[in-house]
């Protein structure tokens, strides 16, 4: 074995000594040494079969990919374990240094927007049929009950928040990042509203469009392939939507985003923005940025109500859904899962392990890790006394 090799399983036997306290883990390296991490709980066993000092440069871009390419090898039923294990021993930054500097992350700006949403969302509408639910909701469902079917879940979403926008007849609905159009289409459908939906994906915009044909609402309802924005700011709407999107902003955009909601909302606009959240400001996953969602950023909750009030937007409501989304992830990743040859056959067994270890990790981070799914309720201006419910009960009736 060479020595680079002895030095670069050094260092990783190094962090796992310093960063393991809850858990257990076994590890087998490529120089046929074993050794266990952690307390004396029940192992998770991970195989190893090649290490240097190059590609422990970027440790979670190392971990990711070493598991696509089944350099690592870890029994897909015990990535939930292993992914349990990481989120209840986060490594302090410091630590991981040892190994590497981390990969610079791909810039977000306007020009390259359209080519990083692309990159995830036209892989192909057919692919996410698979093991979305029926109404090809892309986002976290709203569950009453565990035991909820995911199409019945993610009704409830759809029913959830548009109660939240408090939707009257005739009002004019602008969906950021709209996916496959059923809120637009619900929205109409139930409230006789106007809506326009815009996405960045050419694949959820013929998606879209066919929805609304089939519902028949193509009078109420229209979806252009369009960056937020582009959007005329005399084109005004009362009630603005963005669910899923917000996280594909971008740091250091977000203020752009709420000075165009000043521009677009009528004074008596209300809005309801539904995005996943991190506890603390940190850079995505390298692993996330290059292979999922390329310039993607996950807001505080601090920076978005900070946003807020700088632009002058009253704060009225905001709730923390993290249980439901680890629930949808457990779901779409058993649907995924089922469908494991068919997806192979679409694309090849690396792209179908590297699906599946995001949403291993997905779930594995909303239930141990810092991350949240929050609804903010906002308006332009402060509402008049009556003009709001008093309590919560109008989104329970």
């Known amino acids: 074995m060479k020595k680079s090799e002895l030095v670069a399983e050094r260092a990783v036997d190094k962090v796992l000594s310093g960063v393991l306290k809850r858990g257990r883990l076994t590890v087998d390296y490529p120089s046929g040494h074993q050794k266990t991490y952690g307390d004396k709980s029940k192992a998770v066993k991970i195989t190893i079969k090649s290490l240097s000092l190059t590609r422990l440069k970027n440790p979670p871009l190392f971990i990711g990919e070493s598991y696509m390419d089944r350099n690592l090898e870890i029994d897909e039923n015990d990535l939930d374990a292993f992914f349990k294990l990481m989120g209840q021993n986060q490594a302090d930054p410091t630590s991981l240094r040892l190994l590497g500097k981390l990969q610079k992350h791909q810039p977000n700006r306007k020009k390259y927007q359209r080519k990083q949403i692309s990159h995830h969302y036209d892989i192909g509408n057919d692919y996410y ?84 044909e089939q519902a028949g609402v193509s009078d109420l309802v229209s979806f252009k392939l369009m960056n937020y924005q582009d959007l005329p700011n005399d084109q005004q709407f009362d009630r603005v939507v963005s669910v899923g999107m917000y996280e594909h902003v971008g740091r250091g955009n977000h203020a752009a985003y709420f000075e165009k909601l000043q521009q677009l909302m009528t004074d008596s606009g209300v809005s309801v923005l539904h995005t996943i959240t991190e506890r603390m400001d940190k850079k995505a996953s390298p692993w996330i940025d290059k292979y999922i969602f390329p ?14 009030a700088q632009y002058k937007f009253w704060s ?22 089922a469908h494991q040859a068919e997806i192979i056959d679409m694309f090849d067994e690396r792209f179908y392990r590297m699906q599946d270890f995001w949403l ?32 919560r009960n109008y989104l329970y009736d």
């Not at 594995?364 to 419910?389: C, H, M, S, V």
Request: charged share 20%; hydrophobic share 40%.
């Open 129 to 212: 049929k698979l093991w979305l639910d029926q109404s090809m909701t892309y986002s976290c469902a709203y569950f009453h009950k565990p035991s909820d079917t995911l199409e019945k879940a993610q009704q409830q979403k759809i029913d959830y928040t548009l109660k939240k926008l408090q939707l009257k007849p005739g009002q004019r609905l602008l969906d950021i990042g709209c996916g496959w159009g059923t809120l637009c289409v619900q929205a109409a459908k139930q409230y006789k509203v106007k809506a326009l939906g815009i996405t960045l994906s050419q694949e959820q915009l013929a998606g879209a469009t066919r929805l609304a």
């Open 316 to 337: 009225i409501d905001r709730e923390n859904l993290w249980q439901h989304y680890a629930l949808t992830l457990d779901i779409w990743r058993a649907r995924h899962q």
């Open 295 to 308: 310039g993607g950023h996950l807001p505080t909750v601090d920076s978005i109500e900070a946003l807020l």
């Open 360 to 391: 291993a990790g997905s779930a594995a981070t909303f239930r141990y890790g810092d991350t949240g799914i929050n609804q903010f309720i906002f308006t332009k201006r402060k509402p008049e006394f009556l003009d709001w419910p008093l309590n």
